[in-house]
Nanobody
Framework: QVQLVESGGGLVQAGGSLKLSCAASGRTFSSYHMGWFRQAPGKEREFVAFITYTGGRTSYADSVKGRFTISRDNAKNTVYLQMNSLKVEDTAVYYC?????????????WGQGTQVTVSS
C-alpha cells in the first residue's frame, strides 16, 4: 500500500503561483512513477503531469505545458507541482497518483486531493 497526501492548494489570483506537494508513505516511493491529475466541477478528471520514478522524464498536458513543472524528491518521498501563471480555468481539485514501475500503466494509488481556486 502507498498512502498519498496532497497539500499546498488554496485561493490565488490569476497570474499567480502555487506549489502543490504530495507526500507518500508506505511502500518504496522510488518504485513508482507519479502523476498529477485534476478535476473541475462538472468535468471529467484529466491528466496534468507525469514524472518517472527516477525523475528523468516528465510529460505534461498541453494546457499546462510551459506553466507547470513536476518534480520529485525521493529522499523526502514527495512529488511536487509548481504552478505558475495560473488561469481561472486551472481551478480544480488536484490529485496525485502512483503508478508501479513495470506495471500496466494503471495508477494504483490516489490521494484525497487538494483544492486550487484561481480568481479573476
Amino acid at each position: 500500500q502507498v498512502q498519498l497526501v496532497e497539500s499546498g492548494g488554496g485561493l490565488v489570483q490569476a497570474g499567480g503561483s502555487l506549489k502543490l506537494s504530495c507526500a507518500a508513505s508506505g511502500r518504496t516511493f522510488s518504485s513508482y512513477h507519479m502523476g498529477w491529475f485534476r478535476q473541475a466541477p462538472g468535468k471529467e478528471r484529466e491528466f496534468v503531469a507525469f514524472i518517472t520514478y527516477t525523475g528523468g522524464r516528465t510529460s505534461y498536458a498541453d494546457s499546462v505545458k510551459g506553466r507547470f513543472t513536476i518534480s520529485r524528491d525521493n529522499a523526502k518521498n514527495t512529488v511536487y507541482l509548481q504552478m505558475n501563471s495560473l488561469k481561472v480555468e486551472d481551478t480544480a481539485v488536484y490529485y496525485c497518483a502512483a503508478q508501479s514501475v513495470g506495471g500496466a500503466g494503471r495508477y494504483d494509488y490516489w490521494g484525497q486531493g487538494t483544492q486550487v481556486t484561481v480568481s479573476s
